[in-house]
T-cell receptor, first 113, second 116 residues
């Protein structure tokens, strides 16, 4: 059974740039959720994708957008990067929109200079 | 508005003793709770969960207790081992188990250090 994988592991960008983070869900899982974890905080929900459609969104601006592909992998795109976007971005997968537990990848550490 | 609160940022325990990590919540709609463990440079790993129809769930060295009237849950680790040193997060599905959305609400975490 393949777990959740995320790429890249680390990324450095400058303010105003755009970034794409990628996630492959655990085998058999059809739902992907994205979370942002700032330093010293718990993960904060960004949005969830189920069957290639967005199913719920947290308190994040529209410059955070996503996609889910037919193989259930997913992308998180962030435009017009700001310094506060520096964080660990976590992807979690599950079978079904509210089936627990969600299984997390190791995250992408994004640093904005 | 922090709906899941872990008020102790850190906890230090001697190997072999009990570790007790606490979590409080404010939303009465929460009916399912999860504990995740996170090592540095790794993602959160699911540890144990509990439904609100129970007041205790046990899995090996790990036991979670739920006090619904106090809106409080705790994770007990007995005996504690150095490998348990990690950050522990308490979480709950925003709309309850089986709701229309699966987003988890997390506490800020408690860093557990188990000393040999």
């Amino acid at each position: 059974e393949t777990g959740v994988t995320q790429s890249p592991t680390h990324l450095i960008k400058t303010r105003g740039q755009q970034v794409t983070l990628r996630c492959s869900s655990q085998s058999g899982h059809n739902t992907v959720s994205w979370y942002q974890q700032a330093l010293g905080q718990g993960p904060q929900f960004i949005f969830q994708y189920y069957r290639e459609e967005e199913n719920g969104r947290g308190n994040f601006p529209p410059r955070f957008s996503g996609l889910q592909f037919p193989n259930y992998s997913s992308e998180l795109n962030v435009n017009a990067l700001e310094l506060d976007d520096s964080a660990l971005y976590l992807c979690a997968s599950s079978y079904g929109i509210n089936n627990q537990p969600q299984h997390f990848g190791d995250g992408t550490r994004l640093s904005i200079l | 508005d922090q709906q899941v609160k872990q008020n102790s940022p850190s906890l230090s325990v001697q190997e072999g003793r009990i570790s007790i990590l606490n979590c409080d919540y404010t939303n009465s709609m929460f009916d399912y709770f999860l504990w995740y463990k996170k090592y540095p440079a790794e993602g959160p790993t699911f540890l144990i969960s509990i439904s609100s129809i129970k007041d205790k769930n046990e899995d090996g060295r790990f036991t979670v207790f739920l006090n619904k009237s106090a809106k409080h849950l705790s994770l007990h680790i007995v005996p504690s081992q150095p490998g348990d040193s990690a950050v522990y997060f308490c979480a709950a599905p925003r709309e309850g188990y089986g709701g229309s959305q699966g987003n988890l609400i997390f506490g800020k975490g408690t860093k557990l250090s188990v000393k040999p």
